[in-house]
């Protein structure tokens, strides 16, 4: 049985694929992760913001103070003995690289066009296999329209990717008004593979200390739905490998991404919850299902049940939103019709 599959020109000896998360900052872990049968490592993001704002305070409290105590200046220490930037992210890259054979995929999360392309040249020349451009945008300006957020998607899509030479996926959030219009423009933009879809953790209020705070829920099985969505749609209609990320917690989440049209399922939260050594469990249990089914290889699911290929298109659309208000049984009994829905 053949579970191989490709990405971004990638061959890969499975389509699991752990995503950017705490578990990759590690080189051991990465070596269970490769052993346990993954086919890719994504590392975790490198946030352009998270490098400036460390160098911005080292070099605030070096200096502080020294307008006022000018000859204490040659105490302090020249600030380029400091490790400022990326240089622990690119060593664990590097380390990584000899430590395993599988491909490392970095995460790279800028917040200007300049910090795009010189980070991600930084990494190209750590030597990983690709690039995850993770866009991690929350959009508050009142002023900057659709349009233009869009156009600056593509312009960097674009731009990075003239940049390196190394294959370029892109994480995206599903919040677009046209979703298939814009995957397509990223694949003309040179993007090499689409990730869908980035989960945004949203702040929660403490009503105790009155304090916004980060509020990190982990995906369950049902999250898988979305993703599922469209990469059926967009399977075979843009030029570009699509990565399914969001609720793949078992060997069913993982076949039904397949036959979607994913060319790899990337798992996060059940490593999280059931500890790497999971993903034997999940090849074990596709291979059970594969042989139960005749099914010979990844590539022989890839797409079978995408929008292209499923005997019923349209349940990808409206149609299946109606047919699920229209069928839907609660647990006391009773099958709603349209015309119960009041809100």
């Known amino acids: 049985m053949d579970i191989t599959?490709?990405?971004?020109?990638?061959?890969?000896?499975?389509?699991?694929?752990?995503?950017?998360?705490?578990?990759?900052?590690?080189?051991?872990?990465?070596?269970?992760?490769?052993?346990?049968?993954?086919?890719?490592?994504?590392?975790?993001?490198?946030?352009?913001?998270?490098?400036?704002?460390?160098?911005?305070?080292?070099?605030?409290?070096?200096?502080?103070?020294?307008?006022?105590?000018?000859?204490?200046?040659?105490?302090?220490?020249?600030?380029?003995?400091?490790?400022?930037?990326?240089?622990?992210?690119?060593?664990?890259?590097?380390?990584?690289?000899?430590?395993?054979?599988?491909?490392?995929?970095?995460?790279?999360?800028?917040?200007?066009?300049?910090?795009?392309?010189?980070?991600a040249r930084l990494l190209e020349q750590a030597g990983v296999s690709a690039l995850e451009l993770n866009t991690y945008y929350v959009q508050t300006d009142t002023?900057?329209?659709?349009?233009?957020?869009?156009?600056?998607?593509?312009?960097?899509?674009?731009?990075?990717?003239?940049?390196?030479?190394?294959?370029?996926?892109?994480?995206?959030?599903?919040?677009?008004?046209?979703?298939?219009?814009?995957?397509?423009?990223?694949?003309?933009?040179?993007?090499?593979?689409?990730?869908?879809?980035?989960?945004?953790?949203?702040?929660?209020?403490?009503?105790?200390?009155?304090?916004v705070e980060p509020n990190v829920l982990l995906s369950t099985p049902q999250d898988i739905r979305l993703s599922l969505r469209w990469i059926a749609i967009l399977y075979d209609r843009i030029n570009a490998d699509l990565a399914a990320t969001s609720g793949i917690h078992n060997a069913h989440d993982v076949l039904k991404m397949l036959m979607a049209g994913a060319n790899i399922t990337m798992l996060c939260s059940v490593l999280l919850r059931q500890g790497i050594n999971h993903i034997r469990c999940i090849e074990e249990e596709m291979r059970q299902w594969m042989e139960k089914h005749e099914y010979a290889s990844v590539r022989q699911l890839q797409g079978s049940m995408s929008q292209k290929h499923c005997p019923n298109p349209s349940a990808f659309e409206r149609a299946q939103y109606m047919k699920a208000l229209r069928t839907y049984k609660p647990e006391w009994g009773r099958i709603y019709e349209p015309s119960y829905y009041h809100g």
């Open 5 to 119: 599959t490709t990405y971004m020109g990638m061959q890969l000896r499975s389509p699991f694929v752990p995503s950017s998360s705490p578990l990759t900052q590690e080189i051991d872990n990465i070596k269970r992760m490769e052993d346990a049968g993954a086919g890719a490592v994504v590392m975790h993001s490198l946030f352009e913001e998270q490098l400036s704002m460390e160098s911005y305070e080292l070099h605030h409290h070096l200096t502080y103070g020294t307008e006022s105590f000018a000859e204490s200046l040659t105490y302090f220490p020249e600030l380029d003995r400091f490790r400022i930037g990326p240089e622990e992210y690119l060593e664990l890259i590097q380390k990584a690289k000899e430590s395993v054979h599988i491909p490392i995929i970095a995460s790279l999360n800028g917040s200007s066009l300049g910090g795009w392309i010189g980070y």
């Open 143 to 211: 002023e900057l329209t659709a349009a233009e957020i869009e156009q600056s998607y593509v312009n960097m899509v674009h731009t990075v990717k003239s940049s390196v030479n190394v294959p370029v996926a892109v994480k995206l959030s599903p919040y677009f008004t046209n979703m298939a219009n814009m995957a397509k423009r990223l694949a003309l933009a040179g993007a090499d593979a689409l990730v869908l879809f980035n989960r945004f953790y949203q702040p929660d209020i403490n009503l105790e200390t009155l304090e």
